[in-house]
């Protein structure tokens, strides 16, 4: 079987854990991820006629003021930015942490635009949104909590690892 | 610098070099290749067992090469191969048989002796207390170590390669364990890290109650074995020599590692070599002196207690043999304490003493504690005492053996004849003393002088009274008619009896001495006894009795073997006399 590992950042509270915790086996509890700053997941992807195993890397919301754990990254085939559309601020630091990623490793992003269930409240303009997407080699719109766009966003970023 | 004239001649070498061994050595090579067979199979036994004599690198490289072999020849050829195993099947079956039963045999037997044992409760109790299962526990338990499951992880993604696990050990999910274990060691690598030292801090192990986690990290791969016990030094080593292996004989497969686990399932069989363990081998110089002692302190107490129970077992036996002692009755034969016993007896004051009767039989009397209590025997043998007691005082008379029993013979006058009768009737046991008397001989008695006269007389009317008694109903302490009437005939003997006596200066005084059958308790039987003689006494009282002549007993139980249906229920009189001189003289 192909294995591939692939990291989930972003700030904190954008829904890192929502987007993985209903569609992905775990069977480590949430509080590794204060402790240890990570936690180890597992997803499938069917991708044709080949399984692809994703082993995912939920990395501790990265604000500001604590430091980024590059050595999480190594190894990895791509990496998942979440921003939440509810609050302005997740993108920009989004960018910020896909900008430290980039500094020790040029693997491909996807950037992920989280809880669209919800109304979106930020000010950023459809174009300053999709010129900052286009730095990643996709982007989706998904919500953890109806499900939208998450297995396509995994099947994606499945086909990515396998394009490396 | 190389000079000119050095260039030259190494481009005139590489020319001859071309023209003897060819470009690229084609000459040489074709020269080989055209002779390759002759010379590797001239050579290959011997090189692969040199090779096999360094290590077993040879056998890990052909165990999967043959072991895919064999399993394509079976798919291919299967009716080939159940040729060639049909005559040997039916061997190996039964073979298999009887080792799965032996194996059965032994696991149910470990099993018994893991469940029955006061051990294997224990650690049933334990392995419920730790949250783990039965089996895993004994594991631990019996062996010093065991290495129970081996992960192969690429360091640098943290993907599981390749796993191995003992049978009877719970699988965690492997893939989340490898990846989480790499984070871990990457925390620990970051957390932990000298400023000043550029070397990253690695995990050596994680040690938690359970188990330890003994990593062994190479260049690109990790290998992590989960060990229970104390595992010693060799499993790292063990670790590290698997770990340098696979490196090298998976150099390919590492450095073009891209996801694909695949090639990696190769490596089970030198995983699997790693899940070594090592029984736990019982301290055999330390000796349970404790439990030694302990235990023989209590054996030397069984055996103690066996001797002295069986010894007082006999003892009791022999003492049963008492019973059959004239006039003695025994009533109970009690254990007392480890070494002693009990008896208690009912005894005729005539029969033997039973301290006497102990010492004939060689029984030491410091062993027995006798409680004896007085009861009057109408055994033959008793009665022939008191008759031969009252006969000796008698010289003219003996005690002769006679058809009955015995017969007395002799010569007596009139007044020692009815005295001699009025005594054998007044004996227990004597019910026709006119019959025992019948062959003796009648002789003329001497004329006495006044004060003979007086005695006789005396003696006469105590003989009367001795031969009196008043017989009760059954539970009963009234006088009956026939009982006033014996009494107040009784009453005027005794009258002239003291008169007599005091005109012979003798000191008399009446028993009167109640008895009752062995009917009812002791206690009660012995109250009844002491009331009937209290209602003769108070009777012949009110009849005018001087009662500081009179002394009323209970003797309690007198009788087992009833008379008449009667029995013991009677009161029974005695005039003694206790003037001195008396006494020295018997009556004639």
Same mark, same amino acid.
Request: with cysteine; charged share 25%; net charge negative.
């Given at each position: 079987?192909?294995?591939?590992?692939?990291?989930?950042?972003?700030?904190?509270?954008?829904?890192?854990?929502?987007?993985?915790?209903?569609?992905?086996?775990?069977?480590?509890?949430?509080?590794?991820?204060?402790?240890?700053?990570?936690?180890?997941?597992?997803?499938?992807?069917?991708?044709?006629?080949?399984?692809?195993?994703?082993?995912?890397?939920?990395?501790?919301?990265?604000?500001?003021?604590?430091?980024?754990?590059?050595?999480?990254?190594?190894?990895?085939?791509?990496?998942?930015?979440?921003?939440?559309?509810?609050?302005?601020?997740?993108?920009?630091?989004?960018?910020?942490?896909?900008?430290?990623?980039?500094?020790?490793?040029?693997?491909?992003?996807?950037?992920?635009?989280?809880?669209?269930?919800?109304?979106?409240?930020?000010?950023?303009?459809?174009?300053?949104?999709?010129?900052?997407?286009?730095?990643?080699?996709?982007?989706?719109?998904?919500?953890?909590?109806?499900?939208?766009?998450?297995?396509?966003?995994?099947?994606?970023?499945?086909?990515?690892?396998?394009?490396? | 610098?190389?000079?000119?004239?050095?260039?030259?001649? =190494?481009?005139?070498?590489?020319?001859?070099?071309?023209?003897?061994?060819?470009?690229?050595?084609?000459?040489? /090579?074709?020269?080989?290749?055209?002779?390759?067979?002759?010379?590797?199979?001239? $050579?290959?036994?011997?090189?692969?067992?040199?090779? +096999?004599?360094?290590?077993?690198?040879?056998?890990?490289?052909?165990?999967?090469?043959? *072991?895919?072999?064999?399993?394509?020849?079976?798919?291919?050829?299967?009716?080939?191969?159940?040729?060639?195993?049909?005559?040997?099947?039916?061997?190996?079956?039964?073979?298999?048989?009887?080792?799965?039963?032996?194996?059965?045999?032994?696991?149910?037997?470990?099993?018994?002796?893991?469940?029955?044992?006061?051990?294997?409760?224990?650690?049933?109790?334990?392995?419920?207390?730790?949250?783990?299962?039965?089996? +895993?526990?004994?594991?631990? +338990?019996?062996?010093?170590?065991?290495?129970?499951?081996?992960?192969?992880?690429?360091?640098?993604?943290?993907?599981?390669?390749?796993?191995?696990?003992?049978?009877?050990h719970s699988h965690a999910d492997a893939d989340m364990v490898s990846g989480m274990l790499t984070a871990i060691n990457d925390f620990v690598g970051d957390s932990f890290a000298h400023t000043n030292n550029q070397e990253e801090q690695q995990l050596a192990s994680v040690k938690t109650d359970d188990f330890t986690?003994?990593?062994?990290?190479?260049?690109?791969?990790?290998? $992590?074995?989960?060990?229970?016990?104390?595992?010693?030094?060799?499993?790292?080593?063990? /670790?590290?020599?698997?770990?340098?292996?696979?490196?090298?004989?998976?150099?390919?497969?590492?450095?073009?590692?891209?996801?694909?686990?695949?090639?990696?399932?190769?490596?089970?069989? =030198?995983?699997?070599?790693?899940?070594?363990?090592?029984?736990?081998? &019982?301290?055999?110089?330390?000796?349970?002196?404790?439990?030694?002692?302990?235990?023989?302190?209590?054996?030397?107490?069984?055996?103690?207690?066996?001797?002295?129970?069986?010894?007082?077992?006999?003892?009791?036996?022999?003492?049963?043999?008492?019973?059959?002692?004239?006039?003695?009755?025994?009533?109970?034969?009690?254990?007392?304490?480890?070494?002693?016993?009990?008896?208690?007896? /009912?005894?005729?004051?005539?029969?033997? &003493?039973?301290?006497?009767?102990?010492?004939? +039989?060689?029984?030491?009397?410091?062993? $027995? /504690?006798?409680?004896?209590?007085?009861?009057?025997?109408?055994?033959?043998?008793?009665? *022939?005492?008191?008759?031969?007691?009252?006969?000796?005082?008698? &010289?003219?008379?003996?005690?002769?053996?006679?058809?009955?029993?015995?017969?007395?013979?002799?010569?007596?006058?009139?007044?020692?004849?009815?005295?001699?009768?009025?005594?054998?009737?007044?004996?227990?046991?004597?019910?026709?003393?006119?019959?025992?008397?019948?062959?003796?001989?009648?002789?003329?008695?001497?004329? &006495?002088?006044?004060?003979?006269?007086?005695?006789?007389?005396?003696?006469?009317?105590?003989?009367?009274?001795?031969?009196?008694?008043?017989?009760?109903?059954?539970?009963?302490?009234?006088?009956?008619?026939?009982?006033?009437?014996?009494?107040?005939?009784?009453?005027?003997?005794?009258?002239?009896?003291?008169?007599?006596?005091?005109?012979?200066?003798?000191?008399?005084?009446?028993?009167?001495?109640?008895?009752?059958?062995?009917?009812?308790?002791?206690?009660?039987?012995?109250?009844?006894?002491?009331?009937?003689?209290?209602?003769?006494?108070?009777?012949?009282?009110?009849?005018?009795?001087?009662?500081?002549?009179?002394?009323?007993?209970?003797?309690?139980?007198? =009788?087992?073997?009833?008379?008449?249906?009667?029995?013991?229920?009677?009161?029974?009189?005695?005039?003694?006399?206790?003037?001195?001189?008396?006494?020295?003289?018997?009556?004639?």
């Amino acid at each position: 079987m192909i294995q591939k590992k692939i990291c989930l950042l972003g700030a904190s509270a954008v829904g890192k854990t929502s987007l993985i915790k209903q569609y992905i086996e775990g069977v480590f509890s949430d509080k590794y991820l204060t402790t240890l700053g990570v936690k180890v997941d597992k997803k499938q992807v069917q991708l044709g006629p080949r399984e692809i195993q994703l082993m995912v890397w939920d990395i501790e919301g990265i604000d500001r003021y604590c430091g980024f754990q590059p050595k999480y990254l190594r190894g990895a085939s791509a990496f998942i930015i979440v921003v939440d559309h509810t609050r302005s601020q997740s993108l920009q630091e989004g960018m910020e942490i896909f900008q430290l990623a980039q500094e020790t490793t040029n693997i491909p992003a996807v950037l992920v635009i989280n809880k669209t269930d919800l109304p979106e409240q930020w000010h950023w303009t459809e174009h300053e949104v999709e010129t900052r997407s286009h730095m990643f080699a996709d982007c989706f719109r998904t919500s953890a909590k109806t499900g939208e766009q998450v297995d396509a966003m995994f099947q994606a970023v499945a086909r990515l690892c396998m394009a490396d | 610098m190389k000079s000119a004239r050095d260039l030259d001649d =190494e481009e005139q070498l590489r020319a001859v070099r071309n023209i003897v061994l060819g470009q690229e050595r084609e000459h040489v /090579l074709s020269a080989i290749e055209s002779h390759a067979r002759d010379i590797v199979g001239a $050579v290959v036994v011997e090189a692969l067992h040199d090779r +096999q004599k360094q290590n077993d690198d040879l056998s890990t490289v052909f165990v999967p090469l043959v *072991e895919k072999s064999v399993e394509k020849s079976v798919t291919r050829h299967s009716d080939q191969f159940i040729g060639y195993f049909y005559p040997v099947v039916g061997k190996l079956v039964r073979k298999s048989v009887a080792a799965f039963l032996s194996d059965v045999l032994e696991k149910t037997n470990t099993l018994l002796e893991n469940s029955l044992s006061v051990k294997g409760l224990v650690w049933r109790i334990k392995a419920r207390q730790a949250g783990v299962s039965f089996s +895993q526990y004994v594991a631990a +338990q019996t062996f010093a170590y065991q290495v129970e499951q081996v992960f192969l992880i690429d360091a640098n993604t943290g993907i599981l390669l390749n796993s191995v696990a003992r049978e009877n050990h719970s699988h965690a999910d492997a893939d989340m364990v490898s990846g989480m274990l790499t984070a871990i060691n990457d925390f620990v690598g970051d957390s932990f890290a000298h400023t000043n030292n550029q070397e990253e801090q690695q995990l050596a192990s994680v040690k938690t109650d359970d188990f330890t986690l003994l990593l062994q990290r190479g260049p690109s791969l990790v290998l $992590v074995a989960a060990v229970t016990g104390q595992a010693p030094a060799q499993v790292s080593q063990h /670790l590290q020599i698997t770990t340098e292996n696979i490196h090298r004989l998976y150099a390919r497969e590492i450095e073009h590692f891209n996801g694909d686990t695949s090639p990696f399932e190769r490596t089970t069989s =030198e995983l699997r070599e790693c899940l070594v363990e090592q029984l736990n081998t &019982p301290d055999k110089k330390r000796r349970p002196w404790f439990a030694i002692i302990v235990l023989g302190a209590i054996v030397l107490a069984f055996i103690f207690w066996l001797y002295h129970t069986f010894e007082q077992s006999q003892l009791k036996q022999q003492l049963a043999m008492l019973d059959s002692s004239p006039g003695i009755l025994v009533r109970s034969v009690t254990a007392e304490g480890l070494t002693d016993v009990s008896l208690q007896v /009912l005894r005729d004051p005539d029969s033997q &003493p039973v301290s006497d009767w102990l010492a004939q +039989q060689g029984i030491r009397d410091d062993r $027995v /504690l006798v409680e004896e209590k007085p009861y009057l025997s109408l055994e033959r043998p008793l009665v *022939e005492r008191r008759i031969a007691r009252v006969v000796a005082r008698y &010289p003219a008379i003996s005690l002769t053996p006679g058809p009955a029993g015995f017969n007395l013979e002799g010569q007596l006058n009139r007044t020692q004849l009815q005295r001699l009768t009025n005594e054998l009737a007044a004996i227990p046991g004597v019910s026709d003393a006119a019959a025992l008397t019948a062959r003796l001989d009648l002789i003329q008695a001497p004329t &006495p002088d006044r004060q003979q006269s007086l005695k006789a007389m005396f003696d006469f009317h105590a003989a009367k009274i001795d031969a009196t008694q008043i017989e009760f109903d059954a539970g009963n302490s009234d006088l009956s008619e026939r009982a006033v009437s014996r009494l107040t005939t009784l009453n005027q003997q005794l009258d002239t009896a003291v008169r007599l006596a005091r005109q012979l200066q003798l000191s008399v005084g009446l028993m009167i001495m109640g008895a009752s059958d062995a009917s009812g308790s002791t206690s009660f039987n012995q109250q009844l006894s002491q009331a009937r003689a209290q209602a003769v006494r108070d009777f012949l009282v009110s009849q005018g009795a001087d009662p500081d002549y009179l002394n009323a007993v209970g003797l309690g139980v007198v =009788e087992i073997d009833a008379i008449d249906g009667v029995g013991a229920r009677k009161v029974m009189f005695n005039l003694m006399d206790f003037t001195p001189e008396a006494r020295k003289e018997e009556r004639p």
